[in-house]
């Protein structure tokens, strides 16, 4: 199965919050991170949060992190229509063999109704 | 700053012919990255670079596949010969120092159609 799982789809009216959840399996997660993706670009990092945090915030954007149920979510503050666009979750298992691949999710496309 | 530049932006090659894309990270960063997002799904690494030697490429096709980073700067990713299943977007990345988790800073990528 995937290490990384995230709901396909979320929907939300322009100006309420979204919130985009994520799990994954490898306790070892270092790092995990949010990507943003919009039609025909690359990923945009949003936000990371270290695997001994709790939470982080930055502007519009909060991330809570649950370790104990491998539990990651990202909320969106008063949601525009520009916030449209793909959002993946990724983490960055450890390795000993000095290899620190991004492993993702399918993503969270997040539609913004005005 | 200038970012990871990824170059052609797109190509459309038949089945069996021979592709290359090209990606310039930024500045400074000794560790790059190419993965494959096929449609619908998250990238997967192919291969990483340190500098210019390969840190792990188990996950390249090694029979079609083949990438070099020469001097350490500039990489060059190629598919010989090309399957209708290699229609995906192909992410150039790199990161700072790469022998510890850090952020990884992704390019426009190269969207590759095979018919």
């Known amino acids: 199965g995937e290490d990384v799982e995230q709901s396909l789809f979320l929907s939300v009216r322009e100006g309420d919050s979204s919130v985009i959840n994520c799990t994954y399996t490898?306790?070892?997660?270092?790092?995990l991170y949010w990507y943003k993706q919009e039609p025909g670009a690359g990923l945009q990092l949003l936000t990371y949060?270290?695997?001994?945090?709790d939470m982080k915030q930055d502007q519009r954007l909060t991330v809570l992190l649950n370790k104990k149920d491998k539990h990651l979510s990202l909320r969106i503050a008063d949601t525009q229509t520009g916030d449209s666009a793909i959002y993946f979750c990724?983490?960055?298992?450890?390795?000993?063999?000095?290899?620190?691949?991004?492993?993702f999710g399918k993503g969270t496309k997040l539609s913004v109704i005005p | 700053e200038a970012g990871v530049a990824q170059s052609p932006r797109y190509k459309i090659i038949e089945k069996r012919q021979s592709v290359a894309f090209w990606c310039n990270p930024i500045?400074?960063?000794?560790?790059l990255y190419w993965y494959q997002q096929i449609l619908g799904q998250g990238p997967k690494l192919l291969i990483q670079?340190?500098?210019?030697?390969?840190?792990?490429d188990s996950q390249l096709p090694k029979d079609r596949f083949s990438a070099e980073r020469l001097k350490g700067v500039d990489s060059t990713l190629k598919i010989q010969p090309a399957k209708l299943e290699d229609s995906a977007v192909y992410l150039c990345?790199?990161?700072?120092?790469?022998?510890?988790?850090?952020?990884?800073?992704f390019g426009p990528g190269t969207r590759l159609l095979v018919l």
């Open positions: 990345a790199s990161s700072l120092d790469g022998a510890r988790p850090e952020t990884q800073y």
């Open positions: 490898d306790s070892s997660s270092t790092y």
């Open positions: 949060i270290f695997s001994n945090m």
């Open positions: 990724a983490e960055i298992p450890f390795s000993g063999a000095g290899s620190y691949q991004l492993t």
């Open positions: 500045s400074g960063h000794a560790t």
């Open positions: 670079f340190q500098n210019n030697g390969v840190v792990d």
